[in-house]
């Protein structure tokens, strides 16, 4: 069933979507949250639609079968998104005249700032959940220190419980389920803070921007509890420097913002490549040029962040396609920055970013967090922070915690870290800086085959978009047709070896992602000459679905 609550900013309509989901996670189901909002504090129309089933789920949807209308407007804008067997909930006063309409006396159930609470009610009685389950999760969402307005909303949801349930069968409960596992509800961008705590993450420095702002948040809220240090900085170019400077001091460090804050860490991106610092940069992409639409989703900052940062420097870019990837490939890039001592970058974007899934809880029992190295006995003889080495990565100290003298410095300096403009020099230490390239090489994750072998078509796929490309070519395979997707994970660097028979076997590629250009598509020719067939491209601020894929 694919749910979808509209209303106005102010409503309190993410607040009803979130407690809904997580009640539906709590009793069992899969989930997955699509959310869709207007830069603007009150008014504007904003969704939250939520995918729910008793089997995982990909993917969003876009016809939606159970409308819940906060706002006459939601009625008018969404009334071409209507399933076959839509079932609408609105307030008794809206003037649509439909047999699948219930209409709700929000005024009667609750005053006004707490109908949504009574919305809320309805939804999960409609949908047959446990109200002593939705109850919990109402206490949980609002914790439990203003006990007035506690009773208050659990007095609004029995009331609404009990209405609903006095009306005619009207909307088909979801299966119940029998012992499900225990899941998580969980963001994008939460779970790339966690994989960041897990990592090993102590200096975290922002200028908040949409969309990552909530990795900073969560971050916000676990740091005392975790020993961390989150500051916000009075612009981008400060945040990433308080970055570079903590990680120098022995700090593991990150940084997260959006395509224009990460205009203005450019400079700071060379620094740490010069430096040698190891440095994580989350990218939480949204449309541009400029401001753009700054609450939308788009994947149009591939170039950018590939090509970021003056000079010629080593570089990995993941871009995670789910949770769990979030996740994990977080931890991967705290590695890869400490192991090769530079910057290292997660691409992300709106939709990913903001939208919840149910996951099993990560295992966090087999690994250990980074640690910088802080023992000078390590170092033999006369200590050089960049000496020439054969993989490109020099022995690296900490200042403070040595005896021996750690330098560093943004100019071009010599293997002990002084300023030099000997020309030889200068040629070994960009080949240096170099070397670490074919290291990052042997790490990357390959991209993900799944589907038919030598098939007629080939979708092309990176980052969010991972979900709606699996499902759908399943649609396409369901009817007959050999098909088969390839999915990167990691954008950069691409290994040819790893993917290049798989395209040339393909009778058609066609390469699906969310900027207008064909980004990828455009890197994959410059890096292997071979060319996509066709390109399925989305740029109109909205998450790419399997159905849009399957229009095109």
């Given at each position: 069933?694919?749910?979808?609550?509209?209303?106005?900013?102010?409503?309190?309509?993410?607040?009803v979507?979130?407690?809904l989901?997580?009640?539906l996670?709590?009793?069992?189901?899969?989930?997955?949250?699509?959310?869709?909002?207007?830069?603007?504090?009150?008014?504007?129309?904003?969704?939250?639609?939520i995918?729910?089933?008793?089997?995982?789920?990909?993917?969003?949807?876009?016809?939606?079968d159970?409308?819940?209308?906060?706002?006459?407007?939601?009625?008018?804008?969404?009334?071409?998104?209507l399933s076959?067997r839509?079932?609408?909930?609105?307030?008794?006063g809206?003037?649509?005249e439909?047999?699948?309409?219930?209409?709700?006396?929000?005024?009667?159930l609750a005053?006004?700032?707490?109908?949504?609470i009574a919305?809320?009610g309805?939804?999960?009685?409609?949908?047959g959940?446990?109200?002593?389950?939705?109850?919990?999760?109402?206490?949980?969402?609002?914790g439990?220190?203003?006990?007035?307005?506690?009773?208050?909303?659990?007095?609004?949801?029995?009331?609404?419980?009990r209405?609903t349930?006095?009306?005619?069968?009207?909307?088909?409960?979801?299966?119940?389920?029998?012992?499900?596992?225990?899941?998580?509800?969980?963001?994008?961008?939460?779970?790339?803070?966690?994989?960041?705590?897990?990592?090993?993450?102590?200096?975290?420095?922002?200028?908040p921007?949409?969309?990552?702002?909530?990795?900073?948040?969560t971050?916000?809220?676990?740091?005392?509890?975790m020993?961390l240090?989150?500051?916000?900085?009075?612009d981008?170019?400060?945040?990433?420097n308080?970055?570079i400077?903590?990680?120098?001091?022995?700090?593991?460090?990150?940084?997260?913002?959006?395509?224009?804050?990460?205009?203005?860490?450019?400079?700071?991106?060379?620094?740490?490549a010069?430096?040698?610092?190891?440095?994580?940069?989350?990218?939480?992409?949204?449309?541009?040029?400029?401001?753009?639409?700054?609450?939308?989703?788009e994947?149009?900052?591939?170039?950018?962040?590939?090509?970021?940062?003056?000079g010629?420097?080593?570089?990995?870019?993941f871009a995670?396609?789910?949770?769990?990837?979030c996740?994990?490939?977080?931890?991967?890039?705290?590695s890869?920055?400490?192991?090769?001592?530079?910057?290292?970058?997660?691409?992300?974007?709106?939709?990913?970013?903001?939208?919840?899934?149910?996951?099993?809880?990560?295992?966090?029992?087999?690994?250990?967090?980074i640690?910088?190295?802080?023992d000078a006995?390590?170092?033999?003889?006369q200590?050089?922070?960049?000496?020439?080495?054969d993989?490109?990565?020099?022995?690296?100290?900490?200042p403070?915690?040595?005896?021996?003298?750690?330098?560093?410095?943004s100019?071009?300096h010599t293997?002990?870290?002084?300023?030099?403009?000997d020309?030889?020099?200068?040629?070994?230490?960009?080949?240096?800086?170099?070397?670490k390239?074919?290291?990052?090489?042997q790490?990357?994750?390959?991209?993900?085959y799944k589907?038919?072998?030598?098939?007629?078509?080939?979708?092309?796929?990176?980052?969010?978009s991972?979900?709606?490309v699996?499902?759908a070519?399943?649609?396409?395979?369901?009817?007959?047709?050999?098909?088969?997707?390839?999915?990167?994970?990691?954008?950069?660097?691409?290994?040819?070896?790893?993917?290049?028979?798989?395209?040339?076997?393909?009778?058609?590629?066609?390469?699906?992602?969310?900027?207008?250009?064909?980004?990828?598509?455009?890197?994959?020719?410059?890096e292997?000459?071979?060319?996509?067939?066709?390109?399925?491209?989305?740029?109109d601020?909205?998450?790419?679905?399997?159905?849009?894929?399957?229009?095109?």
């Amino acid at each position: 069933m694919n749910i979808l609550i509209g209303g106005e900013a102010g409503q309190g309509l993410a607040t009803v979507g979130e407690i809904l989901a997580k009640s539906l996670v709590r009793s069992g189901y899969f989930i997955l949250v699509t959310q869709s909002y207007q830069s603007r504090i009150r008014g504007g129309h904003n969704t939250f639609a939520i995918r729910v089933s008793s089997e995982e789920i990909l993917a969003p949807q876009e016809p939606v079968d159970l409308l819940v209308a906060l706002n006459d407007e939601t009625l008018t804008l969404h009334q071409k998104e209507l399933s076959s067997r839509v079932r609408i909930v609105a307030d008794q006063g809206c003037t649509l005249e439909e047999e699948n309409c219930l209409k709700v006396p929000y005024g009667h159930l609750a005053a006004d700032k707490f109908s949504n609470i009574a919305a809320l009610g309805v939804v999960c009685s409609l949908l047959g959940l446990e109200e002593a389950l939705v109850g919990r999760t109402l206490e949980d969402f609002f914790g439990k220190k203003n006990s007035g307005l506690i009773e208050e909303n659990r007095r609004i949801l029995s009331e609404a419980f009990r209405w609903t349930s006095a009306q005619p069968t009207f909307a088909g409960k979801l299966p119940p389920l029998s012992n499900p596992p225990s899941r998580v509800m969980i963001q994008g961008n939460e779970a790339i803070a966690l994989g960041a705590i897990s990592a090993g993450l102590k200096f975290y420095s922002f200028y908040p921007m949409t969309p990552s702002t909530s990795i900073s948040l969560t971050l916000a809220r676990l740091a005392g509890k975790m020993g961390l240090i989150v500051e916000q900085a009075e612009d981008e170019i400060a945040a990433i420097n308080m970055a570079i400077g903590a990680s120098f001091a022995g700090a593991p460090s990150m940084v997260a913002t959006s395509g224009g804050g990460f205009a203005l860490m450019a400079e700071g991106v060379s620094l740490a490549a010069m430096t040698e610092t190891p440095l994580v940069i989350v990218i939480a992409q949204r449309p541009g040029p400029a401001t753009g639409l700054p609450t939308r989703t788009e994947q149009g900052d591939l170039n950018f962040v590939l090509h970021a940062g003056h000079g010629e420097f080593p570089r990995a870019i993941f871009a995670p396609g789910t949770i769990e990837e979030c996740f994990a490939q977080t931890l991967k890039a705290f590695s890869l920055a400490e192991k090769f001592q530079g910057p290292i970058f997660i691409l992300t974007d709106q939709f990913l970013s903001d939208s919840y899934r149910a996951v099993i809880p990560f295992d966090v029992e087999n690994f250990s967090p980074i640690h910088p190295p802080a023992d000078a006995l390590k170092a033999e003889g006369q200590y050089r922070r960049f000496a020439l080495t054969d993989s490109g990565v020099s022995p690296r100290l900490l200042p403070g915690l040595t005896e021996r003298l750690v330098v560093a410095g943004s100019d071009e300096h010599t293997e002990d870290g002084h300023l030099t403009e000997d020309l030889s020099v200068r040629k070994q230490m960009v080949e240096k800086r170099l070397k670490k390239s074919e290291g990052i090489c042997q790490e990357v994750i390959p991209a993900e085959y799944k589907g038919d072998r030598h098939p007629d078509l080939l979708f092309i796929s990176w980052g969010s978009s991972k979900g709606s490309v699996w499902e759908a070519a399943s649609t396409m395979r369901s009817s007959g047709q050999r098909v088969a997707s390839l999915h990167f994970s990691q954008i950069w660097p691409l290994i040819p070896d790893q993917f290049m028979g798989l395209l040339q076997e393909a009778g058609r590629v066609v390469c699906v992602e969310g900027n207008a250009t064909g980004q990828f598509a455009g890197l994959i020719r410059r890096e292997t000459g071979f060319k996509v067939h066709q390109r399925v491209n989305r740029y109109d601020g909205l998450p790419i679905t399997p159905e849009y894929i399957l229009r095109k």
